[in-house]
């Protein structure tokens, strides 16, 4: 149903350190840079990460993006409470000539 | 400040159309790549459509294709979506944004639009 893969929900204690990993192919990851959305609800989604692992000013070192190949994934150390929020993934699609998201991935903090 | 102001949205019966607007301040709206992404009640971000500065170059999502269409005016600042022939799948609230794929972006609050009987 997405063109782009996240895991439908990930979860982990405060401090702790999570991964979202964002599974595509040589037409969108592979060959378009990825950016990552954090979303809360009710609010308009936070960017994140650009250009595959670039922080916006104002976003905490904690967050980091990396990729490789056709794979993406974000990371968040020291979690905290409030981070507590739906993560996604996003590019761009050659084939499709169009943007595209993965389905999201639903972030607890225990 | 930049900001992004949706407005149009509602309840519009299956078949039915509909036209988005969204009036942008704050920046040189003409110099940007302009988008929709929607998400439907209880589901993901889903992208929708954008058009160049110059209003010339547009894309769609295949899901609204020959249905929806993009356009600007970048004398009024604004953007719009017309979008005919609508199912209830439209359903969706509906975010206007600036520069999504880059990293100048804004987003406005959304706005919702309804397509029931």
């Known amino acids: 149903q997405y063109v782009l893969t996240q895991p439908p929900s990930v979860s982990a204690a405060p401090g702790q350190k999570v991964t979202i990993s964002c599974s595509g192919s040589?037409?969108?990851?592979?060959?378009?840079?990825v950016f990552w959305y954090q979303h809360l609800p009710g609010t308009a989604p936070k960017l994140l990460i650009y250009?595959?692992?670039k922080r916006p000013s104002g976003i905490a070192d904690r967050f980091s993006g990396s990729k490789s190949g056709t794979s993406a994934t974000l990371g968040i150390t020291g979690l905290q409470t409030g981070d507590e929020a739906d993560y996604y993934c996003?590019?761009?699609?050659?084939?499709?000539?169009?943007?595209?998201f993965g389905g999201g991935t639903k972030l607890t903090v225990l | 400040e930049v900001q992004l102001v949706e407005s149009g949205g509602g309840l519009v019966q299956p078949g039915g159309s509909l036209r988005l607007s969204c009036a942008a301040s704050?920046?040189?709206?003409?110099?940007?790549?302009m988008y929709w992404v929607r998400q439907a009640p209880g589901k993901g971000l889903v992208w929708v459509s954008r058009i160049h500065g110059d209003g010339f170059t547009t894309h769609y999502a295949d899901s609204v294709k020959g249905r929806f269409t993009i356009s600007r005016d970048n004398a009024k600042n604004t953007l719009f979506l017309q979008m005919n022939s609508l199912r209830a799948e439209d359903t969706a609230v509906y975010y206007c944004?600036?520069?999504?794929?880059?990293?100048?972006?804004?987003w406005g609050q959304g706005t919702l639009v309804t397509v029931s009987s």
């Open positions: 250009k595959d692992n």
């Open positions: 944004i600036r520069d999504l794929h880059g990293d100048s972006v804004s």
């Open positions: 996003g590019t761009w699609d050659i084939s499709l000539s169009a943007g595209v």
């Open positions: 704050g920046f040189t709206f003409s110099s940007f790549w």
């Open positions: 040589s037409s969108n990851i592979g060959n378009n840079y």
